[in-house]
């Protein structure tokens, strides 16, 4: 199972959705509180700037933050249960649920996900350059970026919802 949400409803969402592993996708600095009980082993966090291109002065993210989030994530989205957050929850953690379900489930076609993303998620505007990294080292061929450009930019806010995905589940979409 896979969660998304902002960091102001971390420690909700930890309660209830008592996920095994948290993915933690931040700009440089920011704290993230987590509950005593997450070993080390079991949460990674990925310091970048939340951009679309690369900027003087702020980390953009790179191939091997996607190598370390796919890698972190490879099983346990499908085995187990992973909390993807982010500051506002609206585009590095959407991103990452896009990608880390396209790699679970290889035969539901990206713009089947990226519907189903925007059914779950009126808000989510996946960062650009996050899926386009992730389209490169996937081997999809455009079709991670094409099924994101097709939903367009979310809803405006300022935070995003707390949604699930069961990436078993999404076969059904195929």
Known sequence: MLHV???SRLEGTLNSAKPSHVLSLVSPGTDVPL???HQ???HLILEF???AEEREGLIAPSVIHLEQLLGFSKDVAVHGSLLVHCWAGVSRSTAAAFIIA???V???HEQTLGQHLRRISPVATPNPLLISLADTLLQRNG?????????GRGAETFEGNQFSIEPRALIELA
């Not at 079709?143 to 939903?151: L, S, T, V």
């Open 102 to 104: 396209c790699a679970a």
């Open 40 to 42: 080390p082993t079991a």
């Open 49 to 51: 700037n939340d951009i």
């Open 106 to 108: 290889p035969e539901v």
């Open 35 to 37: 509950v005593a009980k």
């Open 5 to 7: 949400c902002p960091l």
């Open 143 to 151: 079709r991670m970026i094409q099924a994101i450009k097709e939903i």
